[in-house]
């Protein structure tokens, strides 16, 4: 079984068990252990063998022990007898919104309905409402759910579609409402954590008039259809079937509503956990105290800002990026969270083409893109021969395209910038594992990216072969976009990235997050394995374009939610620094 197999298993265990209204903290173990297993950079079975299950985080003893059932058996007889219990039907009926596991199950025991289908069905007849707790308004708003939920189906939007659109909304509410009347205004939900992919879009504001600002959120020119709109909260569908939440709050409520809504929700439990045992109840207001801790019950406390939320809790404030659960509120708590790299950290790149492969900018227009963006080097890496729909660069045409660089480089000189190209090579790692250029080539690149864009369906052990032995030549120096994968039209390649993080952390070859939306990849999950097995890690746009070098900041972000700091970050040394820190120390021959 896979990892994200089993993930599935144990979070099917989890919504079963709520249906059936167990011990909360039973299914919050579920939960929480297949969220660990689902972004665990290790593979499952490589765990189980080493018998190191207890250390993945959320999973006790019960839970490993079943783990281990189900690697070893292909089934657990407990996860077995729930499964049977309770139809996929019913757990699915969860997913339409507003519907919950108390409304599932109700609608399952006593009208014995079973499927989001039947369900549909129902509604449509009028057969809900006779059911205490539903009329006929609760069926309409299951018919909307449901339509809402088809519209999106298994799809989520990659977070290059979702943060333009959510920033343009933004900034389009503060243009057509009179001035002064949104007071603060902020993205939340997954995209202000700066997830790959989004179910959603959630706005968060403070106004002293909500019916404005409602009423300008509805007429916006993307909006295709208002799925929802009261006083406080305004549901609208955009033209490409986002949804997109807007709720307006008071000020005093401010910082606990932004946690809350901001996620996720497997970091929000663990919030409330810890309130709890403080003798307070957390809820997007504030806290409430329960008369268990030294406030009088009933007393209340509201939060203006995030950070005094956290710190009346006794955490340091979390980063939105982090609030996974993986840690965090452990780290919060001991002060220990790390000081995370920022867009202002990063001092150049090391991955971009030019017109002499298939980007559509020549190298002095690259260079002066890169150096008026503040940075102090950019590295000229053109695709080489061996990449079949791109003309690729060889030896020769490299050796030309030094001479440009070169005369770019003494006119920065004249010009007293201080800034620099290097000159590199995006080769090409062919299906066998050799290189698209000769070592002798390779040799007198100041910074070489080795990247596999072919045969990518190669089985596991294969492409795993291939890309190590790219990994191990001597002027290989950074491993591009390590699985290969296109956000939502292509899933990554079979390689085994934890034997290929290792060989890159033994021989020091940089790991690439390449920050084009598109891929992130290396994802959050391998940036922090990588650095725990001593990668070091390089931030690159993998521009093709002026344009694309505005993309830096969704692989800041990645790395950000792998808790990654500068000094992991190749790109933030200084250029003589940074090419120390390459594989062979010298960063080529022409980085002299």
């Given at each position: 079984?896979?990892?994200?197999?089993?993930?599935?298993?144990?979070?099917?265990v989890?919504?079963?068990?709520?249906?059936?209204?167990?011990?909360?903290?039973?299914?919050?173990a579920?939960?929480?252990?297949?969220?660990?297993?689902r972004?665990l950079?290790?593979?499952?079975?490589?765990?189980?063998?080493?018998?190191?299950?207890?250390?993945?985080?959320?999973?006790?003893?019960?839970?490993a022990?079943?783990?281990?059932?189900?690697l070893?058996?292909?089934?657990?007889t407990?996860?077995?007898?729930l499964?049977?219990?309770?139809?996929?039907?019913?757990?699915?009926?969860?997913?339409?919104?507003d519907?919950?596991?108390?409304?599932?199950?109700?609608?399952?025991?006593?009208?014995?309905?079973?499927?989001v289908e039947?369900?549909?069905a129902?509604?449509?007849?009028g057969?809900?409402?006779?059911?205490?707790?539903?009329?006929?308004?609760?069926?309409?708003?299951?018919?909307?759910?449901?339509?809402?939920?088809?519209?999106?189906?298994?799809?989520?939007?990659?977070?290059?579609v979702?943060?333009?659109?959510?920033?343009?909304?933004?900034?389009?509410?503060?243009?057509?409402?009179?001035?002064g009347?949104?007071?603060r205004?902020?993205i939340?939900?997954?995209l202000?954590r700066?997830?790959?992919?989004?179910?959603?879009v959630?706005?968060?504001?403070?106004?002293?008039?909500p019916?404005?600002?409602?009423?300008?959120?509805?007429?916006?020119?993307?909006?295709?259809?208002?799925?929802g709109?009261?006083?406080?909260?305004?549901?609208?569908i955009?033209?490409?079937?986002?949804?997109?939440?807007?709720?307006?709050?008071?000020?005093?409520?401010?910082?606990?509503?932004?946690?809350?809504?901001?996620?996720?929700?497997?970091?929000?439990?663990?919030?409330?956990?810890?309130?709890?045992?403080?003798g307070?109840s957390?809820?997007?207001?504030?806290?409430?105290?329960?008369?268990?801790?030294?406030?009088?019950?009933?007393?209340?406390?509201?939060?203006?800002?995030?950070?005094?939320l956290?710190?009346?809790?006794?955490?340091?404030w979390?980063?939105?990026?982090?609030?996974e659960?993986?840690?965090?509120?452990?780290?919060?708590r001991?002060?220990?969270?790390?000081?995370?790299i920022?867009?202002?950290?990063i001092?150049?790149?090391?991955?971009?083409?030019?017109?002499?492969?298939?980007?559509?900018?020549?190298?002095q227009?690259?260079?002066?893109?890169?150096?008026?963006?503040?940075?102090?080097?950019?590295?000229?890496?053109?695709?080489?021969?061996?990449?079949?729909?791109?003309?690729?660069v060889d030896?020769?045409?490299?050796?030309?395209?030094?001479?440009?660089i070169?005369?770019?480089?003494?006119?920065?000189q004249?010009?007293?910038?201080?800034?620099?190209?290097?000159?590199?090579s995006?080769?090409?790692?062919l299906?066998d594992?050799?290189?698209?250029?000769?070592?002798?080539?390779?040799?007198?690149?100041?910074?070489?990216?080795a990247?596999?864009?072919s045969?990518?369906?190669?089985?596991?052990e294969?492409?795993?072969?291939?890309c190590?032995k790219?990994?191990?030549?001597?002027?290989?120096?950074?491993?591009?976009?390590?699985?290969?994968?296109?956000?939502?039209?292509?899933?990554?390649?079979?390689?085994?990235?934890?034997?290929?993080?290792?060989?890159c952390?033994?021989?020091?070859?940089?790991?690439?997050?390449?920050?084009?939306p598109e891929?992130?990849?290396?994802?959050?999950?391998?940036?922090?394995?990588a650095?725990?097995?001593?990668c070091?890690?390089?931030i690159?746009?993998?521009?093709?374009?002026?344009?694309?070098?505005?993309?830096?900041?969704?692989?800041?972000?990645?790395?950000?939610?792998?808790?990654?700091?500068?000094?992991?970050v190749?790109?933030?040394?200084?250029?003589?620094e940074?090419?120390?820190?390459?594989?062979?120390?010298?960063?080529?021959?022409?980085?002299?």
């Amino acid at each position: 079984m896979t990892n994200r197999e089993v993930a599935e298993i144990l979070a099917g265990v989890g919504a079963r068990l709520q249906i059936l209204d167990a011990n909360r903290f039973r299914i919050i173990a579920f939960q929480n252990a297949a969220e660990s297993i689902r972004n665990l950079a290790q593979d499952i079975n490589q765990v189980d063998v080493a018998g190191k299950l207890l250390e993945i985080p959320g999973v006790g003893k019960g839970i490993a022990d079943a783990i281990h059932e189900l690697l070893s058996h292909g089934h657990y007889t407990e996860f077995d007898a729930l499964y049977d219990q309770v139809p996929e039907g019913v757990v699915q009926m969860m997913a339409v919104p507003d519907m919950g596991p108390k409304k599932a199950k109700r609608l399952w025991e006593e009208l014995g309905i079973d499927s989001v289908e039947a369900l549909q069905a129902a509604a449509a007849a009028g057969s809900l409402r006779d059911l205490k707790g539903f009329g006929a308004k609760s069926e309409e708003k299951i018919l909307k759910g449901i339509e809402l939920l088809a519209k999106r189906s298994d799809t989520r939007t990659s977070i290059g579609v979702a943060r333009p659109l959510a920033e343009a909304i933004v900034a389009r509410l503060q243009e057509v409402v009179p001035a002064g009347t949104i007071e603060r205004i902020e993205i939340a939900g997954s995209l202000r954590r700066w997830k790959e992919t989004i179910g959603d879009v959630d706005i968060l504001c403070v106004s002293h008039d909500p019916a404005t600002v409602m009423e300008a959120f509805r007429t916006l020119p993307q909006v295709a259809d208002v799925a929802g709109s009261g006083e406080t909260k305004t549901s609208v569908i955009l033209g490409n079937g986002l949804q997109v939440d807007l709720r307006v709050v008071e000020r005093k409520h401010w910082g606990a509503a932004l946690q809350y809504f901001t996620g996720s929700k497997e970091h929000n439990v663990e919030m409330r956990e810890l309130a709890l045992k403080q003798g307070w109840s957390l809820n997007e207001y504030g806290l409430t105290a329960t008369g268990s801790g030294g406030a009088p019950e009933g007393e209340q406390r509201f939060f203006e800002e995030e950070a005094d939320l956290y710190a009346f809790l006794g955490l340091a404030w979390v980063p939105p990026e982090l609030r996974e659960n993986r840690g965090e509120i452990q780290a919060a708590r001991k002060d220990a969270l790390p000081a995370l790299i920022t867009v202002a950290d990063i001092r150049g790149e090391l991955h971009g083409h030019t017109t002499w492969s298939d980007g559509t900018a020549s190298v002095q227009e690259m260079g002066e893109a890169a150096r008026t963006r503040g940075y102090a080097y950019w590295n000229v890496s053109d695709h080489s021969v061996g990449l079949g729909v791109v003309q690729g660069v060889d030896g020769e045409r490299l050796r030309r395209q030094r001479a440009e660089i070169d005369a770019y480089n003494r006119w920065c000189q004249e010009q007293g910038y201080a800034f620099r190209l290097l000159q590199g090579s995006e080769v090409e790692i062919l299906a066998d594992g050799t290189l698209g250029l000769p070592d002798e080539v390779l040799a007198t690149l100041d910074v070489v990216v080795a990247s596999i864009h072919s045969a990518q369906r190669q089985d596991r052990e294969t492409i795993t072969a291939r890309c190590l032995k790219a990994v191990y030549n001597p002027h290989v120096d950074i491993l591009g976009h390590p699985t290969g994968r296109l956000i939502g039209s292509r899933p990554p390649t079979e390689i085994d990235v934890e034997r290929v993080l290792q060989a890159c952390a033994e021989t020091r070859t940089a790991v690439e997050i390449n920050a084009s939306p598109e891929r992130l990849d290396l994802n959050d999950v391998y940036a922090r394995r990588a650095v725990e097995l001593g990668c070091q890690i390089a931030i690159n746009c993998d521009a093709h374009s002026v344009e694309g070098l505005v993309v830096l900041p969704y692989g800041v972000h990645m790395a950000r939610r792998g808790w990654l700091t500068a000094a992991s970050v190749l790109n933030t040394y200084p250029i003589d620094e940074m090419l120390a820190l390459l594989k062979d120390g010298s960063g080529g021959a022409g980085a002299q």
